[in-house]
């Protein structure tokens, strides 16, 4: 390791080199407008209006006005780069990762950095955020960093930044997993990349992507997959838009040199929330569903779309809207009271110190020794709030938001989000104690074009890079047929995730630990 | 650049100057795939050792199926010789031939052992079938072919959809070594679903443009929700280099000892397994993306290379070949499985109604043949992926969108926004009007400068050369630098990588990229996909 001044020393040079230079050698700026064609009222955009018709019935659509604004505006701004992460037996790891750059508040609580535009472009007031920020600073800051008024344009909040503070707080500042988001169906999403540079590895000229995976029908131009489309430089930032695709669980990783970049950490959680979640309590769900038939954008109709999931029910039942649902059932069979996004990944440390260390990285011998639950082996996925790691600039970093532990109230439903960004084999997650409801793959809801619900019960799951599934925990032993819970399991028990595969059950070399969680009835 | 992009860069390099240098095998020419085979009732096989190639230079030694005597005797090509001009069946290749066959047909294959005599017996399972043997001698799972001999397999083509093949001796070692291959059973009768509608209308597009249909079929079973408009097949599978030198080097050291006599038999350590080379059909990319029957490959005939058109729903025939299983990712949209194994997964409630799961990532899995469907349209974008800018002085800027009962422009067929899903039709993207595209959309685009282009890059982010030529600068001459395997001018389509998500197999012995990675291309109409070659 190398000495922490000289790296200070290296790392102010970057930084001043970098700011010192003309003013279009960097172009970080930030992208978040309050109002678009599709959501053009600003006023209505900071919150997610109830879901009461279609955008457009029938066949109409753009210019047309549409019938009814569903979703807002949503946005959100990463650094990529590199950073520092802590195993489960104490060992500083190093990343090529992504970090938060807004949100930072939400982040450190465990909660999606997505933001509204009225809090996106909030502008940062406070002492000057710090290296290893959030938890060295920001508070309850939930804006973009670096956003200033643009002096050149009578002071505008149009995405103008200052690149101080983003060096600040981006450089090193990497996260594993990197920075949850979530969006709402409807939704237009404002994603910024901004490349920061590794500052570890200045050899490395390295543009990174966001692969949002899973995008159905998407342009190859957002799709992240630098051979097809655009990666930003280094020096730069990149705003992906995307319309909230179909609701599920959804994942993100870089895409560049996708064998090293996702071994060494960059990847990340998004999910979609259903457009069934905004239905008022007083609407029954099926006639929700109904609506969104007559839409052709949001219907599923089996018999002319091969690729959807949702039809109407095959049983049409009175359940009315109120709850959190995972998808647009139509039906209420897919509520849920928590949810829990959970990222299967393994780390190979030969791997990463290789990759830290200049020299050429093997991929055949890729071999996993950690094995971990957003980012962290047992025991640290029962650790409560972020983790923090010391990194090569002597600063501690906040590396790990995300704690694994399950919280379900007795008698209610945990939904937990799982997906799997492995770099190099299959992984196994089961449940000791509470049955798994799976109840859907893929970011589709398992249902047949007939109707007919296709949700199973297993105690274990395998997935293998690039998947995901839903399942639900039931911390209800018997119900009634109303639903509601006769027979909860008791609050304090203690119940457990672990992998099957019972030699990811460590850390390198200490044989306890690896891929494994706790999930207690509260 | 770190030592694994530098190989990244090599590589690449490598890939360009291969395109440039062969501008008429991967661009003009530019075959895209089919689901190239053999047809017919009666096959004559030979199972004999040849060497593979792989794209780090390496020629593997390896066993393979093949036409006996290099013909396909009475089976003829499909698509026909008049479609795939140059179709070959040597006397081996990896994957063997696909042999294509019509549902309730009665099969035959005779297989000759030409497999250095030191190997043994060898055979080959057709599972799913009730095969009957004659000849031959008796081996474990099914009759097999001593060194020099022949054993001939028959059974009933009785259910329609794509099935695996491969040895049934000494399997960790032979189909390690390359002797597996697919059977396609064609579905009989063919719904009359599949041959009206969109799916006439598809056909009226292709004609319109010179376009051949390379369909085996018009249907993957007898189930008017299996209809397609194109399809191809990808067989996966891996190699450990290692026990490919172990045969070769005990092959050699037999010599031409006598069967069954003393040491005739090889001990190849096929454990522990190291896989260096991760496979489609037999190739690494880039090579899986040249044209089938390429004459650099002499025994990798089949490539994986899909192209396809908005709308067209896309048949994907997948078979787990190696020992291992490899998440296959779909970039672009879902995939929905019709049925593993020629088992079509219907509805408990209504058969007429699909209930296979809708994946992006679909698992390939050692022995499993499964059946999806995969379409493109762009619906959703929430942007007219063509740039379509009613301002402009170009006609073909300003065509109408006529949307259909679900929201598609397919009144057209011969338009070259056939299929546009037409709710954003006019969408702007961009926030500024840029070259001939108009302004007024959500997103401000960085200065090109600041990003790096990919070769597959089309140019813009719209479709269609067009759309990318209208698009890519103030005078609309300038196409970006770099987007050469998917110039601006001719095609600017959108490029998806289709890959294993284990994402360390899609390298090639150690270098990135390579193994099972493939673009797949999504291209406007007017972009001619010509799957012969």
């Given at each position: 390791?190398?000495?922490?001044?000289?790296?200070?020393?290296?790392?102010?040079?970057?930084?001043?080199?970098?700011?010192?230079?003309?003013?279009?050698?960097?172009?970080?700026?930030?992208?978040?407008?309050?109002?678009?064609?599709?959501?053009?009222?600003?006023?209505?955009?900071?919150?997610?209006?109830?879901?009461?018709?279609?955008?457009?019935?029938?066949?109409?659509?753009?210019?047309?006005?549409?019938?009814?604004?569903?979703?807002?505006?949503?946005?959100?701004?990463?650094?990529?780069?590199?950073?520092?992460a802590s195993m489960g037996?104490?060992?500083?790891t190093?990343?090529?990762?992504?970090?938060?750059?807004?949100?930072?508040?939400?982040?450190?609580?465990?909660?999606?950095?997505?933001?509204?535009?009225?809090?996106?472009?909030?502008?940062?007031?406070?002492?000057?955020?710090?290296?290893?920020?959030?938890?060295?600073?920001?508070?309850?800051?939930?804006?973009?960093?670096?956003?200033?008024?643009?002096?050149?344009?009578?002071?505008?909040?149009?995405?103008?930044?200052?690149?101080?503070?983003?060096?600040?707080?981006?450089?090193?500042?990497?996260n594993i997993p990197?920075?949850?988001?979530?969006?709402?169906?409807?939704?237009?999403?404002?994603?910024?990349?901004?490349?920061?540079?590794?500052?570890?590895?200045?050899?490395?000229?390295?543009?990174?992507?966001?692969?949002?995976?899973?995008?159905?029908?998407?342009?190859?131009?957002?799709?992240?997959?630098?051979?097809?489309?655009?990666?930003?430089?280094?020096?730069?930032?990149?705003?992906?838009?995307?319309?909230?695709?179909?609701?599920?669980?959804?994942?993100?990783?870089?895409?560049?040199?996708?064998?090293?970049?996702?071994?060494?950490?960059?990847?990340?959680?998004?999910?979609?929330?259903?457009?069934?979640?905004?239905?008022?309590?007083?609407?029954?769900?099926?006639?929700?569903?109904?609506?969104?038939?007559?839409?052709?954008?949001?219907?599923?109709?089996?018999?002319?779309?091969?690729?959807?999931?949702?039809?109407?029910?095959?049983?049409?039942?009175?359940?009315?809207?109120?709850?959190?649902?995972?998808?647009?059932?139509?039906?209420?069979?897919?509520?849920?009271?928590?949810?829990?996004?959970l990222q299967i990944h393994?780390f190979?440390?030969?791997?990463?110190?290789?990759?830290?260390?200049?020299?050429?990285?093997?991929?055949?011998?890729?071999?996993?020794?950690y094995f971990l639950l957003n980012g962290r082996s047992y025991p640290d996925t029962v650790t409560?709030?972020p983790l923090?790691t010391?990194?090569?600039?002597?600063?501690?970093?906040?590396s790990q938001p995300l704690p694994s532990i399950?919280?379900?109230?007795?008698?209610?439903?945990?939904?937990?989000?799982?997906?799997?960004?492995?770099?190099?084999?299959?992984?196994?997650?089961?449940?000791?104690?509470?049955?798994?409801?799976?109840?859907?793959?893929?970011?589709?809801?398992?249902?047949?074009?007939?109707?007919?619900?296709?949700?199973?019960?297993?105690?274990?799951?395998?997935?293998?890079?690039?998947?995901?599934?839903?399942?639900?925990?039931?911390?209800?032993?018997?119900?009634?047929?109303?639903?509601?819970?006769?027979?909860?399991?008791?609050?304090?028990?203690?119940?457990?995730?672990?992998?099957?595969?019972?030699?990811?059950?460590?850390n390198?070399?200490?044989?306890?630990g690896g891929l494994m969680t706790?999930?207690?009835?509260? | 650049?770190?030592?694994?992009?530098?190989?990244?860069?090599?590589?690449?390099?490598?890939?360009?100057?291969?395109?440039?240098?062969?501008?008429?095998?991967?661009?003009?020419?530019?075959?895209?795939?089919?689901?190239?085979?053999?047809?017919?009732?009666?096959?004559?096989?030979?199972?004999?050792?040849?060497?593979?190639?792989?794209?780090?230079?390496?020629?593997?030694?390896?066993?393979?199926?093949?036409?006996?005597?290099?013909?396909?005797?009475?089976?003829?090509?499909?698509?026909?010789?008049?479609?795939?001009?140059?179709?070959?069946?040597?006397?081996?290749?990896?994957?063997?031939?696909?042999?294509?066959?019509?549902?309730?047909?009665?099969?035959?294959?005779?297989?000759?052992?030409?497999?250095?005599?030191?190997?043994?017996?060898?055979?080959?399972?057709?599972?799913?079938?009730?095969?009957?043997?004659?000849?031959?001698?008796?081996?474990?799972?099914?009759?097999?072919?001593?060194?020099?001999?022949?054993?001939?397999?028959?059974?009933?083509?009785?259910?329609?959809?794509?099935?695996?093949?491969?040895?049934?001796?000494?399997?960790?070692?032979?189909?390690?070594?390359?002797?597996?291959?697919?059977?396609?059973?064609?579905?009989?009768?063919?719904?009359?679903?599949?041959?009206?509608?969109?799916?006439?209308?598809?056909?009226?597009?292709?004609?319109?443009?010179?376009?051949?249909?390379?369909?085996?079929?018009?249907?993957?079973?007898?189930?008017?929700?299996?209809?397609?408009?194109?399809?191809?097949?990808?067989?996966?599978?891996?190699?450990?280099?290692?026990?490919?030198?172990?045969?070769?080097?005990?092959?050699?050291?037999?010599?031409?000892?006598?069967?069954?006599?003393?040491?005739?038999?090889?001990?190849?350590?096929?454990?522990?397994?190291?896989?260096?080379?991760?496979?489609?059909?037999?190739?690494?990319?880039?090579?899986?993306?040249?044209?089938?029957?390429?004459?650099?490959?002499?025994?990798?005939?089949?490539?994986?290379?899909?192209?396809?058109?908005?709308?067209?729903?896309?048949?994907?025939?997948?078979?787990?070949?190696?020992?291992?299983?490899?998440?296959?990712?779909?970039?672009?949209?879902?995939?929905?499985?019709?049925?593993?194994?020629?088992?079509?997964?219907?509805?408990?409630?209504?058969?007429?109604?699909?209930?296979?799961?809708?994946?992006?990532?679909?698992?390939?899995?050692?022995?499993?043949?499964?059946?999806?469907?995969?379409?493109?349209?762009?619906?959703?974008?929430?942007?007219?992926?063509?740039?379509?800018?009613?301002?402009?002085?170009?006609?073909?800027?300003?065509?109408?969108?006529?949307?259909?009962?679900?929201?598609?422009?397919?009144?057209?067929?011969?338009?070259?926004?056939?299929?546009?899903?037409?709710?954003?039709?006019?969408?702007?993207?961009?926030?500024?009007?840029?070259?001939?595209?108009?302004?007024?959309?959500?997103?401000?685009?960085?200065?090109?400068?600041?990003?790096?282009?990919?070769?597959?890059?089309?140019?813009?982010?719209?479709?269609?050369?067009?759309?990318?030529?209208?698009?890519?600068?103030?005078?609309?001459?300038?196409?970006?630098?770099?987007?050469?395997?998917?110039?601006?001018?001719?095609?600017?389509?959108?490029?998806?990588?289709?890959?294993?998500?284990?994402?360390?197999?899609?390298?090639?012995?150690?270098?990135?990229?390579?193994?099972?990675?493939?673009?797949?291309?999504?291209?406007?109409?007017?972009?001619?996909?010509?799957?012969?070659?």
């Open positions: 390791m190398l000495s922490t001044q000289l790296l200070r020393r290296g790392f102010a040079a970057l930084t001043l080199a970098l700011i010192t230079l003309p003013a279009a050698a960097q172009s970080f700026r930030v992208q978040c407008p309050t109002s678009t064609i599709t959501h053009p009222t600003a006023a209505n955009n900071n919150s997610e209006p109830a879901y009461v018709g279609p955008t457009y019935a029938g066949t109409a659509g753009y210019p047309a006005a549409p019938a009814h604004v569903n979703g807002a505006i949503k946005c959100q701004q990463i650094s990529g780069g590199d950073g520092y037996d104490g060992t500083q190093y990343l090529f990762s992504f970090g938060p750059l807004s949100g930072l508040a939400d982040i450190a609580a465990g909660l999606p950095g997505t933001q509204f535009p009225s809090v996106f472009n909030t502008l940062y007031s406070g002492a000057p955020l710090q290296p290893g920020a959030p938890d060295g600073s920001g508070g309850s800051y939930n804006g973009a960093v670096g956003q200033v008024p643009d002096a050149d344009n009578g002071n505008a909040i149009n995405g103008h930044v200052d690149p101080r503070p983003i060096m600040d707080v981006g450089v090193m500042n990497g990197a920075p949850l988001m979530a969006i709402d169906e409807d939704d237009e999403f404002f994603l910024t990349l901004t490349n920061v540079g590794m500052i570890m590895r200045p050899d490395l000229f390295e543009q990174h992507t966001v692969h949002y995976h899973g995008y159905p029908n998407a342009s190859s131009f957002y799709d992240g997959v630098p051979d097809a489309s655009v990666a930003i430089n280094i020096g730069a930032s990149f705003t992906y838009y995307y319309l909230a695709p179909d609701a599920g669980t959804y994942f993100w990783h870089c895409h560049i040199t996708p064998p090293e970049h996702l071994q060494m950490g960059m990847v990340g959680q998004i999910y979609v929330r259903p457009r069934q979640n905004r239905v008022p309590a007083s609407t029954t769900l099926y006639a929700a569903l109904q609506q969104q038939q007559l839409d052709p954008r949001t219907a599923c109709n089996s018999a002319a779309d091969i690729l959807c999931s949702n039809p109407l029910p095959a049983v049409q039942t009175t359940a009315t809207g109120g709850r959190k649902y995972v998808y647009n059932d139509g039906d209420g069979s897919t509520a849920y009271d928590v949810e829990y996004p393994g190979d440390p030969n791997f990463h110190f290789v990759g830290m260390t200049f020299n050429p990285e093997g991929f055949a011998d890729m071999k996993d020794k409560t709030g923090e010391q990194s090569a600039d002597g600063v501690n970093h906040f399950i919280n379900i109230p007795a008698g209610g439903k945990a939904l937990l989000r799982i997906s799997d960004l492995d770099t190099t084999e299959y992984q196994t997650l089961a449940s000791l104690g509470i049955p798994m409801t799976v109840i859907g793959i893929n970011a589709k809801m398992l249902r047949d074009q007939a109707g007919n619900n296709l949700y199973y019960n297993t105690n274990s799951i395998t997935l293998g890079g690039g998947e995901s599934l839903d399942v639900i925990l039931d911390a209800c032993q018997v119900r009634a047929a109303d639903g509601t819970c006769t027979t909860p399991y008791a609050v304090g028990d203690t119940y457990y995730l672990y992998t099957p595969n019972l030699d990811h059950l460590s390198d070399a200490e044989n306890f706790e999930v207690h009835i509260i | 650049m770190s030592p694994a992009t530098m190989k990244e860069a090599m590589s690449m390099n490598r890939l360009l100057a291969l395109v440039m240098m062969g501008a008429a095998l991967l661009l003009a020419a530019a075959a895209h795939a089919a689901a190239p085979g053999i047809k017919g009732t009666t096959f004559n096989l030979t199972a004999q050792p040849a060497y593979i190639s792989q794209p780090d230079g390496q020629a593997v030694y390896s066993w393979g199926y093949g036409c006996t005597g290099g013909t396909p005797g009475s089976a003829t090509f499909a698509p026909p010789a008049s479609l795939m001009p140059g179709a070959t069946c040597p006397t081996m290749q990896v994957p063997g031939p696909t042999l294509i066959v019509t549902q309730g047909a009665t099969v035959t294959v005779t297989l000759t052992n030409g497999l250095p005599t030191a190997a043994g017996n060898t055979s080959i399972l057709f599972p799913g079938f009730q095969v009957t043997t004659t000849n031959g001698v008796v081996g474990l799972l099914t009759h097999e072919a001593a060194p020099g001999g022949t054993v001939t397999y028959s059974f009933t083509a009785s259910s329609p959809g794509t099935h695996a093949y491969y040895s049934g001796t000494q399997g960790d070692l032979q189909v390690e070594m390359g002797l597996y291959g697919a059977i396609i059973v064609l579905p009989a009768p063919v719904p009359a679903a599949c041959t009206a509608g969109l799916h006439a209308s598809n056909l009226t597009a292709e004609a319109h443009w010179h376009e051949s249909d390379f369909r085996l079929a018009a249907a993957a079973y007898n189930h008017a929700r299996s209809c397609y408009d194109r399809e191809y097949l990808f067989q996966f599978s891996e190699m450990d280099p290692n026990i490919h030198s172990q045969a070769l080097a005990q092959v050699t050291a037999r010599g031409n000892c006598a069967a069954g006599a003393v040491g005739c038999s090889l001990e190849v350590a096929t454990e522990p397994y190291h896989p260096a080379y991760f496979m489609i059909n037999g190739r690494s990319m880039p090579d899986d993306m040249d044209t089938n029957y390429a004459f650099q490959y002499p025994h990798q005939p089949y490539n994986g290379n899909p192209h396809m058109h908005p709308g067209e729903q896309v048949l994907l025939r997948v078979i787990g070949q190696g020992r291992w299983q490899h998440p296959f990712h779909e970039h672009g949209n879902h995939v929905r499985i019709l049925g593993r194994d020629g088992n079509l997964i219907l509805s408990a409630t209504d058969p007429n109604s699909l209930a296979g799961p809708l994946l992006f990532t679909t698992t390939t899995t050692p022995g499993l043949a499964f059946d999806g469907i995969f379409y493109w349209t762009g619906r959703g974008l929430n942007w007219d992926a063509y740039g379509h800018n009613p301002a402009s002085p170009d006609p073909n800027a300003r065509l109408a969108c006529t949307p259909d009962a679900n929201g598609y422009n397919t009144g057209a067929p011969t338009a070259i926004n056939y299929f546009e899903w037409c709710q954003d039709h006019n969408k702007p993207l961009q926030a500024k009007p840029f070259g001939d595209v108009a302004g007024g959309g959500p997103v401000t685009l960085p200065d090109p400068n600041l990003f790096t282009n990919g070769p597959w890059f089309g140019g813009s982010p719209y479709l269609g050369p067009n759309a990318t030529v209208r698009a890519t600068g103030p005078t609309g001459t300038t196409p970006p630098s770099g987007t050469i395997a998917n110039p601006p001018t001719s095609e600017a389509g959108f490029a998806f990588m289709w890959h294993s998500h284990n994402e360390r197999e899609i390298t090639t012995n150690n270098i990135f990229p390579g193994g099972m990675l493939m673009m797949m291309l999504v291209d406007s109409r007017e972009f001619v996909i010509d799957e012969s070659n």
